[in-house]
């Protein structure tokens, strides 16, 4: 058994309302074992009102949207995909064409970024540093080891010096999901 995450359209302005009554329906329902969390992400941003003075307000990261986490054996349980789509003001599945047809989950990474840029999910910290030793674990240079010449957190990222042909060096980039630290 395994969790994945759909997106599910509403009405622009519904979002919360929908997540309440998603909830709700998950209680009454008692879906509590195929629907696990629903969210609307939301972001506060700095803005300038027409008199100048800063404020701060809470947006919507997307608009007319809601995110579901369901249990997915081979594929998504009928009646719990049945009970969203049902429920008043969705439209219906991002990823699904319609006429029955069940939708595509958020790949994983890309529903990772999410969760850490909510701090729903705390970003995986492989405590690295320049200098280490890292293994590639992916890729076409997977089994190979580097000394890591920079660093970036923030994009996940890290860079190291390949030595090249008569003894030149050249500077690769990997994601940390590529590498391990030895």
Do not use: C
């Not at 074992?33 to 700095?46: G, H």
């Not at 920079?150 to 940390?176: D, N, Q, W």
């Amino acid at each position: 058994m395994s969790r994945r995450w759909y997106i599910v359209g509403t009405y622009s302005g519904y979002e919360n309302s929908v997540k309440q009554d998603l909830e709700r329906r998950m209680e009454t329902m008692n879906m509590k074992d195929k629907i696990y969390q629903v969210i609307v992400p939301e972001e506060t941003v700095e803005v300038t009102d027409k008199k100048g003075k800063k404020k701060e307000k809470v947006t919507k990261m997307f608009p007319g949207y809601v995110f579901v986490e369901m249990e997915v054996e081979k594929e998504m349980d009928e009646k719990a995909w049945f009970m969203i789509r049902n429920t008043p003001k969705v439209t219906g599945f991002l990823g699904s064409s319609g006429g029955g047809t069940k939708p595509v989950p958020v790949p994983v990474d890309e529903m990772n970024r999410i969760l850490i840029s909510l701090g729903v999910v705390e970003r995986p910290s492989l405590n690295l540093h320049v200098g280490d030793s890292i293994e590639v674990v992916e890729g076409p240079f997977a089994g190979r080891t580097f000394t890591i010449a920079s660093l970036k957190e923030e994009s996940e990222e890290v860079t190291v010096l390949v030595e090249m042909f008569g003894g030149r060096s050249a500077e690769m980039t990997f994601r940390f999901k590529e590498i391990k630290k030895i």
